[in-house]
């Protein structure tokens, strides 16, 4: 009889929502064991995911499962990149941008099931300054945002809806210039999206069209932005539909260039990386294997 492959769990203990259920626990009750044999692990330290997954991409594993929110499924997929190692995904965060785009269903349980019946696929990833990004990378206000979040003691969609309601109106803009399919746009920046999977997650669809199998990264510019603009983009970004072009513009492409009168924060999957005035965003084709339910192609 073949041996079952092997899965290694990675769990970050601090990750998104609070829940008294023990993940481990419902792993060992409901994943087929004659599918799979496994292991749990837990990072103690921010960096600590990519290593294990490497790790286990290195032994040769089938399967490393990232349990927790966007942050630690960009670092566990971070340690899988160009490897045969596939990445698995239980959301266990506030936003579960990447398990969205899926369609991993946000019930714990129902995602240990999908790793019993589900199928691996390629997946495009991004970069920005070198930084990999899975979902959505950006600079301008959605990058701000992410840093008054990452220092806030409170998480959960409510805290980021509030916080975007306090700020909205009070960032300013930037001129940049960006090259753009070899066409250089000098403009005002107050948000540059850019968008590998459709949403930020929580269901806020940021590039409706993006396709995460594609290799080309959908772009979204909003120049300036007044109270008019903001509702509109928000209508937009819950029912998934394009803004209109007062509000927004989109591009598709493969790779972006930005720069800056002077630095501008970014972020990459929801996470806030620092300043720059300088910015290389790349697409990596097909570069990660990726679980997902077995109805996604």
């Keep these: 009889m073949p041996t079952p492959s092997h ?3 990675i769990i970050n203990p601090t990750s998104g929502t609070k829940s008294r259920v023990n993940v481990a626990d419902r792993i060992e009750i409901l994943l087929d064991s004659k599918k799979y044999k496994h292991e749990v692990v837990y990072t103690e330290f921010a960096g600590h995911a990519p290593q294990l997954a490497k ?9 490393v499962v990232a349990v927790g929110g966007d942050g630690t499924v960009n670092e566990v997929a971070r340690g899988l990149l160009h490897s045969e190692t ?4 239980l959301p266990k965060g506030s936003g579960n941008g990447l398990a969205r785009h899926l369609k991993i269903p946000m019930s714990l349980d129902a995602a240990i099931r999908t790793l019993n019946t589900g199928h691996v696929v390629n997946i495009d990833s991004g970069s920005i300054n070198n930084h990999p990004f899975f979902t959505t990378a950006g600079i301008g206000f959605d990058a701000y945002i992410s840093s008054v979040f990452a220092g806030n003691k409170k998480r959960g969609l409510q805290t980021y809806v509030e916080l975007v309601m306090k700020e909205v109106l009070k960032y300013k803009h930037m001129p940049v210039k960006a ?7 000098e403009t005002d920046c107050y948000v540059m999206a850019f968008a590998n999977a ?3 997650g929580n269901n806020a669809y940021i590039a409706p069209l993006a396709d995460i199998e594609d290799g080309l990264l959908d772009v979204c510019l909003v120049r300036t932005l007044d109270l008019v603009k903001a509702l509109n983009l928000s209508y937009c970004m819950l029912t998934k539909q394009l803004a209109n072009a007062d509000s ?3 591009f598709k492409t493969t790779h972006v260039k930005v720069s800056a009168e002077r630095p501008m924060m970014y972020h ?3 996470d806030f990386m620092g300043e720059a005035s300088e910015f290389e965003v790349h697409m ?8 997902v339910p077995k109805s996604i192609n």
Aim: net charge negative.
């Design 7 to 9: 899965i290694r769990f």
């Design 55 to 63: 790790e286990a991409a290195d032994k040769g594993y089938g399967l």
């Design 86 to 89: 596939a990445l698995g995904i």
């Design 179 to 185: 090259i753009i399919n070899d066409n250089t746009l």
């Design 198 to 200: 459709a949403q930020y």
């Design 248 to 250: 927004a513009e989109y």
């Design 268 to 270: 990459a999957d929801g």
């Design 284 to 291: 990596n084709p097909l570069s990660l294997k990726v679980l």
